[in-house]
């Protein structure tokens, strides 16, 4: 059972997922050229109804190759204007295609936030992947926490 500080704790972290025009860094093992080290790369997001992170990624991206060998992931996000203080989420996950009935949402998601999405998504080569949580870090200037997700 999820204690009240528990439930306020969830409730900040993917309040931070929630911002608008939003960017993260996904972070994969490398395959390439520095096998094994994390690659971080910078990329737009939505979320899906299950407060799931979905993200458009090209074949030949290499952190697109590397999801492809080792489908586990961290997605960062730091909370957005506010210079003062560094506050921000780890969101450790697995990277799943998604299916095809929830493409077209995601899309119309997409260029709303990201009008330039319109233009990206026109390319075949460009599909979209959702991250299905298993774990939640919340991290400021003074401390981090894991956060329960039920899914632990």
Partial sequence: MNSEE???QRQLAFSLLEQKN???????????VVSGYPLGSPLPYVLNANNEIVIIANDIAEYRRNFGINEKVCFTVLKQGDSTSLVGLNYFGKVKKINVDEYIAYKNKFISEFPIAKHILQDESNKMYRIELTKLRYFDNKSSKWINTDRD
């Fill in 6 to 8: 528990e439930i306020v």
């Fill in 22 to 32: 939003s960017y993260g860094i996904l972070s994969t093992a490398s395959s390439d």
